[in-house]
Every structure is written in structure tokens, then in C-alpha cells.
């Protein structure tokens, strides 16, 4: 049979039709679609935001967006349900009660804290007129509530945080023990989840009583006790009605609405508004709110408190602990004064105070023409372990006592003078192979148009390297800074601990000049010579306990061998020296033999470096702005404020004697004694008497000398004395033989 082409076309174009998919759209969506396709866009602004909106309902992005939020506020909240679960409020009770407190290093307690700290007082020593003052104003619904009331917390969070009103008691306790006084919605979502947290693991009265101890009312003054005896002369548990009124008034803005602000001007006003809030609450009558709004308030304003901030024992210490509890444990201020902890420290009671001694009396530093003291700071470090023995951070001339006062020690950038030359020439030199005493030059020289020149402006020619030390002579330190190469001697000196860089890399920096430091890094430094080679970290704690004596840090010292032990001992018999013989002869306390430095950046920074193998000891002076100079060298007045510090410090040492011998004494050369003076008697007198109460002798020249200590055999005999001069005897007959011979 024929095929019927007609039928076979038509076949198959019926059938191409059949295979096409047609998406099934409701009428009017896709009438709507259809319309928002064709129809063109009336505005510029139309025309942008077609493309956007169709990608935007191609992807479903409504949705995402929905989700994502719902994801970030669960997230969120999670987050601060964490930071409240490891808030560890189980001891926040004992951390509002208890003041921080210092400890020494024989762990005895060295004083308190008390920042954000009033007189601690329990519940049932607070009036009742008080709590029910503070409930009806602060938080009506506090003993129904689990530490929120939702409706104001809402409030709160509609307005980002803004209106205040919406915390409780048990939140305003989370903000003031935890978090920032700042009105955000961030702090105010924090405060809610720590509240629910405090009321989970504390009474209604646990509540209220940590809240009133915690509480700032102005005026310096914290907690309830403190703040009624400051405004009313009464303890807080003798506290009238209206009375009562006034201090619950203070907690909403202390700082205007305390009663000694303008003469009470607000104060009156915000007291009559918590005696109308006790009657709407049913703690008074009418009535009797009336009566009392009629009382005179500065009528009964008797002040019978006494702040505890003026005891602070060692200001400057407590100040570089706060500054180390921060910059090295991530504490805060309010943390480390608020919650109560332990701290630990290096300090030496008995360094501290007779370091403080020296200090307390501002007339015994240089003072200028119009009667302006100098400044000044000390830092004495145990080398053995790097740990801060005592710190005085300045000359306290206004008798503050503030552990908040500028600290010389840790917080200046002074010129170091020519107390660098040993960490950046003389010891890069000898760890070179240089000899102590290799001769160095002294003469005159110019190093491209620049003439230096000594302190007296004096030449000595040839000279061995430990007196060109000894004497801080310029020239020979240049020279040798010059041969060794200033990128050497630099790049031991950041090992020091110095902060240098290529800029430094200049003659002049053997001098100090260009470099910036502070008796703590000046300390720090000087330990590698007293202890082998070997920088311990300086550090002021050793450890810190919280409220509950659990140990939330420990200090992890750092060490490092900056150069050898036998470079070490070089360095120390040339600084040895500097006090029998060169610079520092007018500093050296009676009985002890000190190995050190001195340096001087002409008018406006003097030190004095000296140490033991027991005690690293620091002290600059100098002028805090250029506008004053001081007079002569580190040999003067700043060589005799060293000698009283060391005198008071010195017999508290376990006066443990050097292994080396001084060279000057190796070549016969007598120790240069300072003349008598009624002040170095009066030193002299000072390290008896400290010596007495320390019950030790100390490290005598006679025993620094030798390379043991003495010890006696069981019939008395002192082996060590005996040794020493067996040794002199055979050094005796040496230098006979090299004297018929020759050198």
C-alpha cells in the first residue's frame, strides 16, 4: 500500500507537540508574572532594582535571609548562655567580700587592694529600712522574680538598651560584678543570661546583700556600710527611714544625686521620689512619707568615714603588678580590684620599704633652681630567677601615695647613658675573643666631624680595657664599638632586651645616644652578667588564686643564655672595678663588694647599676621634661642616693660572694676611699642596724674575693680562711720570681 505522505507529516508534527513540556501555572500567578514581565519600569529607579528582584525571587533569598537570622540570634544566644555557664558565679559571693590581696615571696600577705571595695557587711546588718527602700525603687518584683523581669527586659531590648530602667537587682549585680557600664544592647543580653545564672546559685538575701557590698555611691565611696558613714555617720544598720531614701536615691546616678553635690540640690528631690515609691510598693503610709520629706537632708550629713586608698603600703609595686596582671594575664582593672584574687609576688618586704625609705624623703634628690625635684625610680631583681625584689616607680613630692602615679620604673623612655657601653660593646668584644685587659686607646679623635670627648676632657693614651670600663672613658668605648661592628654589639644588645634597629647601627649609640629604656629593662639586662650568662624575664607575680583558692595563672618565666658564663665572669671582674676604683667609688655601702656601671647623658638622665650574685639593683635620675638639668655626673649626688638604697637592701641578701677577682686588686692597685661625709656615716650606720635585724654579715670585701665560701671543719677551723691564704702566700712568691725574671 501506498504511504500516505499527507498523514505521516501530520503524525508527526502532532507528535513534536505531544513531547513539549508546559509548566503548570495557576492563572493569575502566571497572569501576574506575565504583567511584571511586560510591564516597563516608569522610573530610572525602576529599571535598577528589575534585575535585582528577579535574582532575588530566583534564589529564595527571603528565605535565606530568614534564616540566616534565626541562625545568628541562635548562635548568639548560645554564645552568652556560655559566657554566663564560665562566668563562674559559684564564687562570686566570695569575691565581692574579699579585698585582693598582694603576698611577698615567703608568701606572707603584703597589703590589699581595695578599689571597688567598701567595708563588707552582711544582710542582717543592714537596716530593714534600707532593703525595702532599695526593693520598692529599684526592683518591685525582685522576690518573685528568677533575676529578669521579662517586660522590662523587652522594653530594654526594643529600645537597643537605651533605657536603663529595665534591669533588676540580680542584673544590676551581673552588670556591676561582670560587665561595662555602657547602655548597649550587647551588655544588656550579657546581663540577662548572667542574672538567670546568679539567681540560680544564690538566695533573695545572697542577692541583695552582694548587690548593696557591690554598689558605688559616690564620692569614692562603695557599699552600703562605707556610704552611710560617709553621708550620715551611722553604720548601715542604724539607718532611719529617710536616711535610707537618700542612699537608695544615690544607686540611680551617684555622682548627682548624693547629698553633697551643689549642696543636696538634686539629692532632696530623688529622696522624696523613693519615699513615694515606698508607700506604692506598702513599705510606708502616706503620711509618714510626708514627714519625712519635710526632713532637712544637709541638716543631717556627718561624715565619720575613713577611706582605706591612703594605706596602700607600696604604691609603685602594686602599680607595676596591676600593669603586669593586665598586660600579661589579660585582666582588667576592675577584675584584678573587684574580684577578690590572690596575687603572688616576688618582693622582698623588707627591700621594699627600705627602698621606700630613700624615697620618702624628696629633698634628698637634685632639685632645680625654682625649688622642681628631680625623678627618679629604682628596680632591684633577684637574678636567679628574674623575680622583682622591690620597685619605687618616682619621687613622690605631693604625698599622694597612689599606686596610680606615674612609674618611672616600667612606664620611661630615658637615655641609658653609658650604662649601654657593657651590653653593646664590652661584652659583644669579649665574647669576640678581646682579653679584659687588652690595651684600648684613649686619645683624641674625630669620627667624621664628630669629637667626643671624656667627662673631664682628659686623654690617658694607652690604657687596659677593664679600666677604660671601670672609668666610663668615651673614646675607647667608641673605638671598640667601632671594631667589633655596631650591627654586632646591636644585635647583642636586643638580646639584652634593648630595643635597637638599623637606625642604631651608629657610632653615637655606644653612648646611649638614639636608645630609650627604664630601670626595668636596665635590671633585667644586668642579670646575665650576675647569674653566668643567663636573662631570666623580669616579673613581678609568680602566681594568682581566685576568691576560692583556685589558681587561675601562673607566671612562665623565660630564660635564655645571652652569653657565655665565661664572658659573663669577664664582664663582672671589669665591673668590679667600677666601685673600688672608677666611677661608681662613692656608691659602694660599707661591707659589700658590688659589681656595676654608671652613666650619664649629659644634663638629663644619671644612673647607677650595681649588683651581687643575689640582687641586680637599677636606679635612674633625671628630669621628666627637658625644661630642667641636672648638675655634674652619676658620681655625685646620684652615686650617694645608691649607696643608701643598697645600704638598706643589701643585708637582706644571702650576701653569696663572687668567683672572680677584681683586675685592679689582681694588679696591686689599692681601692680609691671616699672621703668621710656625715651622710656616708650616716649610711654606714644604716647597714648596721639593717645588718643587726637581718642577722647576717653580708658579703664582705674579704670573702667576695674568693672563689668559695669559707667553711669551718668540726674543731673550728676556718678552711675557706686558711685556703684564701695559702693563696696568697704562693701569689706572693710568684710575683717575686716575676719580678726577678720580668713579666
Same mark, same amino acid.
Given at each position: 500500500?501506498?504511504?500516505?505522505?499527507?498523514?505521516?507529516?501530520?503524525?508527526?508534527?502532532?507528535?513534536?507537540?505531544?513531547?513539549?513540556?508546559?509548566?503548570?501555572?495557576?492563572?493569575?500567578?502566571?497572569?501576574?508574572?506575565?504583567?511584571?514581565?511586560?510591564?516597563?519600569?516608569?522610573?530610572?529607579?525602576?529599571?535598577?532594582?528589575?534585575?535585582?528582584?528577579?535574582?532575588?525571587?530566583?534564589?529564595?533569598?527571603?528565605?535565606?535571609?530568614?534564616?540566616?537570622?534565626?541562625?545568628?540570634?541562635?548562635?548568639?544566644?548560645?554564645?552568652?548562655?556560655?559566657?554566663?555557664?564560665?562566668?563562674?558565679?559559684?564564687?562570686?559571693?566570695?569575691?565581692?567580700?574579699?579585698?585582693?590581696?598582694?603576698?611577698?615571696?615567703?608568701?606572707?600577705?603584703?597589703?590589699?587592694?581595695?578599689?571597688?571595695?567598701?567595708?563588707?557587711?552582711?544582710?542582717?546588718?543592714?537596716?530593714?529600712?534600707?532593703?525595702?527602700?532599695?526593693?520598692?525603687?529599684?526592683?518591685?518584683?525582685?522576690?518573685?522574680?528568677?533575676?529578669?523581669?521579662?517586660?522590662?527586659?523587652?522594653?530594654?531590648?526594643?529600645?537597643?538598651?537605651?533605657?536603663?530602667?529595665?534591669?533588676?537587682?540580680?542584673?544590676?549585680?551581673?552588670?556591676?560584678?561582670?560587665?561595662?557600664?555602657?547602655?548597649?544592647?550587647?551588655?544588656?543580653?550579657?546581663?540577662?543570661?548572667?542574672?538567670?545564672?546568679?539567681?540560680?546559685?544564690?538566695?533573695?538575701?545572697?542577692?541583695?546583700?552582694?548587690?548593696?557590698?557591690?554598689?558605688?555611691?559616690?564620692?569614692?565611696?562603695?557599699?552600703?556600710?562605707?556610704?552611710?558613714?560617709?553621708?550620715?555617720?551611722?553604720?548601715?544598720?542604724?539607718?532611719?527611714?529617710?536616711?535610707?531614701?537618700?542612699?537608695?536615691?544615690?544607686?540611680?546616678?551617684?555622682?548627682?544625686?548624693?547629698?553633697?553635690?551643689?549642696?543636696?540640690?538634686?539629692?532632696?528631690?530623688?529622696?522624696?521620689?523613693?519615699?513615694?515609691?515606698?508607700?506604692?510598693?506598702?513599705?510606708?503610709?502616706?503620711?509618714?512619707?510626708?514627714?519625712?520629706?519635710?526632713?532637712?537632708?544637709?541638716?543631717?550629713?556627718?561624715?565619720?568615714?575613713?577611706?582605706?586608698?591612703?594605706?596602700?603600703?607600696?604604691?609603685?609595686?602594686?602599680?607595676?603588678?596591676?600593669?603586669?596582671?593586665?598586660?600579661?594575664?589579660?585582666?582588667?582593672?576592675?577584675?584584678?580590684?573587684?574580684?577578690?584574687?590572690?596575687?603572688?609576688?616576688?618582693?622582698?618586704?623588707?627591700?621594699?620599704?627600705?627602698?621606700?625609705?630613700?624615697?620618702?624623703?624628696?629633698?634628698?634628690?637634685?632639685?632645680?633652681?625654682?625649688?622642681?625635684?628631680?625623678?627618679?625610680?629604682?628596680?632591684?631583681?633577684?637574678?636567679?630567677?628574674?623575680?622583682?625584689?622591690?620597685?619605687?616607680?618616682?619621687?613622690?613630692?605631693?604625698?599622694?601615695?597612689?599606686?596610680?602615679?606615674?612609674?618611672?620604673?616600667?612606664?620611661?623612655?630615658?637615655?641609658?647613658?653609658?650604662?649601654?657601653?657593657?651590653?653593646?660593646?664590652?661584652?659583644?668584644?669579649?665574647?669576640?675573643?678581646?682579653?679584659?685587659?687588652?690595651?684600648?686607646?684613649?686619645?683624641?679623635?674625630?669620627?667624621?666631624?664628630?669629637?667626643?670627648?671624656?667627662?673631664?676632657?682628659?686623654?690617658?693614651?694607652?690604657?687596659?680595657?677593664?679600666?677604660?670600663?671601670?672609668?666610663?672613658?668615651?673614646?675607647?668605648?667608641?673605638?671598640?664599638?667601632?671594631?667589633?661592628?655596631?650591627?654586632?654589639?646591636?644585635?647583642?644588645?636586643?638580646?639584652?632586651?634593648?630595643?635597637?634597629?638599623?637606625?642604631?647601627?651608629?657610632?653615637?649609640?655606644?653612648?646611649?645616644?638614639?636608645?630609650?629604656?627604664?630601670?626595668?629593662?636596665?635590671?633585667?639586662?644586668?642579670?646575665?652578667?650576675?647569674?653566668?650568662?643567663?636573662?631570666?624575664?623580669?616579673?613581678?607575680?609568680?602566681?594568682?588564686?581566685?576568691?576560692?583558692?583556685?589558681?587561675?595563672?601562673?607566671?612562665?618565666?623565660?630564660?635564655?643564655?645571652?652569653?657565655?658564663?665565661?664572658?659573663?665572669?669577664?664582664?663582672?671582674?671589669?665591673?668590679?672595678?667600677?666601685?673600688?676604683?672608677? #666611677?661608681?667609688?662613692?656608691? @659602694?655601702?660599707?661591707?659589700?663588694?658590688?659589681? $656595676? !656601671?654608671? /652613666?650619664? =647623658?649629659?644634663?638629663?638622665?644619671?644612673?647607677?647599676?650595681?649588683?651581687?650574685?643575689?640582687?641586680?639593683?637599677?636606679?635612674?635620675?633625671?628630669?621628666?621634661?627637658?625644661?630642667?638639668?641636672?648638675?655634674?655626673?652619676?658620681?655625685?649626688?646620684?652615686?650617694?642616693?645608691?649607696?643608701?638604697?643598697?645600704?638598706?637592701?643589701?643585708?637582706?641578701?644571702?650576701?653569696?660572694?663572687?668567683?672572680?677577682?677584681?683586675?685592679?686588686?689582681?694588679?696591686?692597685?689599692?681601692?680609691?676611699?671616699?672621703?668621710?661625709?656625715?651622710?656616708?656615716?650616716?649610711?654606714?650606720?644604716?647597714?648596721?642596724?639593717?645588718?643587726?635585724?637581718?642577722?647576717?654579715?653580708?658579703?664582705?670585701?674579704?670573702?667576695?674575693?674568693? #672563689?668559695?665560701?669559707?667553711? @669551718?671543719?668540726?674543731?673550728?677551723?676556718?678552711? $675557706? !680562711?686558711? /685556703?684564701? =691564704?695559702?693563696?696568697?702566700?704562693?701569689?706572693?712568691?710568684?710575683?717575686?720570681?716575676?719580678?726577678?725574671?720580668?713579666?
Amino acid at each position: 500500500m501506498p504511504e500516505n505522505k499527507n498523514f505521516s507529516r501530520r503524525s508527526k508534527k502532532e507528535t513534536g507537540k505531544k513531547s513539549l513540556k508546559i509548566p503548570k501555572i495557576r492563572p493569575k500567578k502566571q497572569k501576574k508574572l506575565e504583567e511584571e514581565i511586560e510591564k516597563p519600569a516608569k522610573t530610572k529607579f525602576g529599571k535598577f532594582m528589575r534585575p535585582i528582584k528577579r535574582f532575588w525571587k530566583r534564589y529564595n533569598l527571603t528565605k535565606i535571609t530568614i534564616i540566616f537570622v534565626l541562625v545568628a540570634i541562635v548562635a548568639t544566644g548560645s554564645y552568652l548562655f556560655y559566657l554566663a555557664k564560665t562566668a563562674n558565679v559559684k564564687v562570686l559571693q566570695s569575691s565581692i567580700s574579699a579585698q585582693t590581696v598582694i603576698y611577698d615571696k615567703d608568701n606572707n600577705e603584703a597589703g590589699n587592694l581595695y578599689g571597688q571595695k567598701g567595708t563588707p557587711v552582711k544582710i542582717d546588718q543592714i537596716s530593714k529600712n534600707i532593703t525595702n527602700a532599695v526593693v520598692a525603687t529599684e526592683d518591685r518584683t525582685f522576690y518573685e522574680n528568677h533575676g529578669v523581669n521579662l517586660k522590662r527586659f523587652a522594653l530594654a531590648a526594643v529600645t537597643l538598651g537605651r533605657f536603663g530602667g529595665g534591669s533588676t537587682i540580680t542584673q544590676q549585680l551581673a552588670k556591676n560584678a561582670y560587665l561595662t557600664q555602657e547602655q548597649t544592647i550587647d551588655r544588656k543580653a550579657r546581663e540577662f543570661f548572667l542574672a538567670l545564672e546568679i539567681n540560680k546559685h544564690y538566695s533573695k538575701e545572697e542577692i541583695l546583700d552582694m548587690y548593696l557590698n557591690n554598689s558605688y555611691f559616690g564620692n569614692g565611696v562603695w557599699g552600703i556600710q562605707d556610704a552611710a558613714l560617709k553621708y550620715f555617720g551611722v553604720p548601715a544598720s542604724e539607718v532611719t527611714v529617710d536616711e535610707a531614701a537618700s542612699l537608695t536615691g544615690m544607686l540611680k546616678g551617684p555622682e548627682i544625686y548624693n547629698p553633697l553635690y551643689e549642696k543636696g540640690k538634686y539629692a532632696t528631690d530623688r529622696r522624696n521620689t523613693v519615699l513615694q515609691n515606698m508607700v506604692n510598693a506598702g513599705y510606708l503610709e502616706q503620711s509618714q512619707a510626708d514627714s519625712f520629706m519635710k526632713v532637712d537632708l544637709q541638716a543631717q550629713l556627718q561624715d565619720n568615714y575613713q577611706s582605706k586608698s591612703s594605706q596602700y603600703k607600696y604604691p609603685s609595686y602594686y602599680n607595676a603588678v596591676i600593669s603586669e596582671a593586665e598586660r600579661k594575664y589579660g585582666l582588667t582593672l576592675q577584675e584584678i580590684m573587684n574580684n577578690g584574687y590572690k596575687i603572688y609576688t616576688g618582693m622582698d618586704q623588707n627591700m621594699q620599704s627600705g627602698l621606700q625609705k630613700t624615697y620618702a624623703d624628696p629633698s634628698f634628690f637634685p632639685q632645680a633652681a625654682d625649688g622642681t625635684y628631680a625623678q627618679s625610680a629604682s628596680v632591684a631583681i633577684d637574678p636567679k630567677t628574674g623575680a622583682v625584689n622591690a620597685l619605687v616607680g618616682n619621687v613622690n613630692t605631693e604625698g599622694s601615695n597612689s599606686f596610680t602615679d606615674y612609674n618611672y620604673a616600667t612606664m620611661s623612655k630615658r637615655s641609658p647613658g653609658s650604662v649601654i657601653k657593657p651590653l653593646i660593646v664590652y661584652a659583644p668584644a669579649i665574647e669576640a675573643g678581646w682579653s679584659i685587659d687588652k690595651t684600648v686607646d684613649d686619645s683624641p679623635a674625630d669620627y667624621n666631624g664628630w669629637k667626643p670627648t671624656d667627662f673631664d676632657n682628659q686623654w690617658r693614651g694607652q690604657i687596659p680595657m677593664y679600666t677604660a670600663l671601670a672609668n666610663s672613658y668615651n673614646i675607647p668605648a667608641i673605638n671598640t664599638y667601632q671594631a667589633i661592628g655596631p650591627k654586632v654589639g646591636n644585635a647583642l644588645g636586643r638580646e639584652f632586651g634593648l630595643d635597637l634597629n638599623s637606625k642604631n647601627d651608629v657610632l653615637p649609640t655606644a653612648l646611649g645616644a638614639g636608645v630609650e629604656t627604664n630601670p626595668w629593662q636596665i635590671a633585667q639586662a644586668y642579670q646575665a652578667f650576675a647569674n653566668g650568662g643567663v636573662m631570666n624575664d623580669a616579673h613581678l607575680i609568680t602566681k594568682i588564686e581566685n576568691a576560692a583558692g583556685q589558681v587561675v595563672k601562673t607566671a612562665k618565666v623565660n630564660k635564655k643564655r645571652v652569653v657565655s658564663k665565661d664572658t659573663a665572669d669577664k664582664m663582672t671582674q671589669m665591673m668590679l672595678g667600677t666601685y673600688t676604683n672608677g #666611677s661608681a667609688w662613692k656608691a @659602694s655601702p660599707k661591707s659589700y663588694t658590688l659589681a $656595676g !656601671k654608671t /652613666g650619664t =647623658n649629659e644634663d638629663q638622665d644619671q644612673w647607677v647599676v650595681g649588683y651581687t650574685p643575689d640582687v641586680v639593683m637599677a636606679l635612674w635620675v633625671g628630669y621628666s621634661d627637658g625644661k630642667y638639668k641636672l648638675t655634674g655626673s652619676s658620681e655625685g649626688q646620684t652615686s650617694v642616693i645608691f649607696r643608701q638604697e643598697a645600704s638598706y637592701m643589701l643585708p637582706y641578701t644571702k650576701g653569696t660572694p663572687f668567683t672572680v677577682e677584681n683586675p685592679y686588686a689582681q694588679a696591686g692597685v689599692a681601692a680609691q676611699q671616699p672621703y668621710w661625709t656625715q651622710q656616708r656615716q650616716y649610711q654606714d650606720d644604716i647597714v648596721d642596724q639593717e645588718q643587726a635585724e637581718a642577722n647576717t654579715t653580708g658579703n664582705t670585701p674579704e670573702s667576695s674575693s674568693s #672563689s668559695t665560701s669559707s667553711s @669551718s671543719d668540726s674543731n673550728g677551723l676556718d678552711l $675557706g !680562711k686558711i /685556703g684564701k =691564704n695559702i693563696g696568697d702566700a704562693a701569689k706572693n712568691a710568684w710575683d717575686k720570681v716575676k719580678g726577678v725574671f720580668g713579666n
